[in-house]
């Protein structure tokens, strides 16, 4: 049963950059798409972007383009998202998620989830 | 306007059914998508609970109970996850979500009170 494992708690100034990695294990990480989630807290979901590692392509919110980064690495089956110019209301926790059905067009369902990873931006 | 509306919150009691809705904006068919349902409870990442087109194409998460059942209200242009026989464990905040487009849209979310 795969799992995916996050990278630790980030504490960033306004303007800087943060990447956030994501691990699989425990099983097939290049033939299912990931994606990445954040939730501002107290606040719902919403979708930044995702990546066919396979494939390396990637796709992003319109929200974030210009500014989010997410790449794979499939030698060490990890994920990475990368968001550049942060401000205050990027303070969020950010999730990957493995999509199911192996259909890189899309229209899968997420699961596994990762554990999230908390970044706060402030001066 | 958002693309998909849900209720802020609901209430219901142990044993009783909740239906969650999740309605799309106008101009886009909820005939035409698939919507997935996720639970989550405080702290921890979302967990996928189902996905329902149509009867003929649905899906239930793995180990997800069968008194969480997906359908639709096509006069409402709507998806509705249906809770049966609600437990307090069943209290949780409650994503619809969509492809669109290739773009993946999150609802706001239901925060459902079992009491």
């Known amino acids: 049963q795969v799992q995916l494992v996050q990278s630790g708690a980030e504490v960033k100034k306004p303007g800087s950059s943060v990447k956030v990695s994501c691990k699989a294990s425990?099983?097939?990480?290049?033939?299912?798409?990931i994606s990445w989630v954040r939730q501002a807290p107290g606040q719902g979901l919403e979708w930044m972007g995702r990546?066919?590692?396979?494939?390396?392509?990637?796709n992003y919110a319109q929200k974030f383009q210009g500014r989010v980064t997410i790449t794979a690495d499939k030698s060490t089956s990890t994920a990475y998202m990368e968001l550049s110019s942060l401000r205050s209301e990027d303070t969020a926790v950010y999730y990957c998620?493995?999509?199911?059905?192996?259909?890189?067009?899309?229209?899968?369902?997420?699961?596994?989830w990762g554990q999230g990873t908390l970044v706060t931006v402030s001066s | 306007q958002a693309v998909l509306t849900q209720p802020s919150s609901l209430s219901a009691s142990p044993g009783a059914s909740a239906s969650l809705t999740c309605t799309l904006r106008?101009?886009?068919?909820?005939?035409?998508?698939?919507i997935y349902w996720y639970q989550q409870k405080p702290g921890s990442p979302p967990q996928y609970l189902l996905r329902?087109?149509?009867?003929?194409?649905?899906?239930?998460g793995s180990g997800v109970p069968s008194r969480f059942s997906g359908s639709k209200d096509a006069s409402a242009n709507a998806g509705i996850l249906l809770i049966s026989g609600l437990q307090s464990e069943d209290e949780a905040d409650y994503y619809c979500?969509?492809?669109?487009?290739?773009?993946?849209?999150f609802g706001g979310g239901t925060k459902l009170t079992v009491l």
């Open positions: 998620a493995r999509e199911g059905g192996g259909d890189f067009r899309g229209d899968n369902w997420f699961d596994p």
């Open positions: 425990g099983g097939t990480f290049s033939s299912y798409a």
């Open positions: 990546i066919i590692p396979i494939l390396g392509i990637a």
């Open positions: 106008s101009g886009i068919n909820v005939g035409t998508y698939r």
């Open positions: 329902y087109k149509s009867d003929s194409d649905k899906q239930q």
């Open positions: 979500m969509i492809w669109h487009s290739s773009f993946v849209v």
